[in-house]
């Protein structure tokens, strides 16, 4: 029987332990982080989207598919 490898064993488990409890809270740091975001610090795809439908909404008011109102109640919406 193997007498003195039990500590070895669980130094290793304490190790892996750690590193999950480790990744675990990485994980809901960068999470929460991710959520928190600004308008601002919004990726480049997201503005792109916004510009894409403004666009979209100007050629519908423009062609006459809306009135003034709906056009401002959209571009408010929009742009929030």
Same mark, same amino acid.
């Given at each position: 029987?193997?007498?003195?490898?039990?500590? $070895?064993?669980? =130094?290793?488990?304490?190790? =892996? @332990? $750690?590193?999950?409890?480790?990744?675990?809270?990485?994980?809901?740091?960068? @999470?929460v982080g991710q959520?928190?975001?600004?308008?601002?610090?919004?990726?480049?795809?997201?503005?792109?989207?916004?510009?894409?439908?403004?666009?979209?909404l100007r050629r519908?008011?423009?062609?006459?598919?809306?009135?003034?109102?709906?056009?401002?109640?959209?571009?408010?919406? =929009?742009?929030?």
């Open positions: 029987m193997m007498m003195g490898g039990g500590w $070895l064993v669980g =130094l290793i488990v304490l190790v =892996l @332990f $750690l590193v999950l409890v480790g990744g675990g809270i990485a994980a809901v740091v960068w @999470f959520g928190s975001r600004g308008p601002s610090q919004r990726p480049p795809y997201e503005e792109a989207g916004k510009d894409e439908a403004l666009e979209t519908r008011y423009a062609a006459g598919e809306i009135d003034r109102e709906e056009y401002e109640r959209m571009r408010e919406e =929009l742009r929030s």
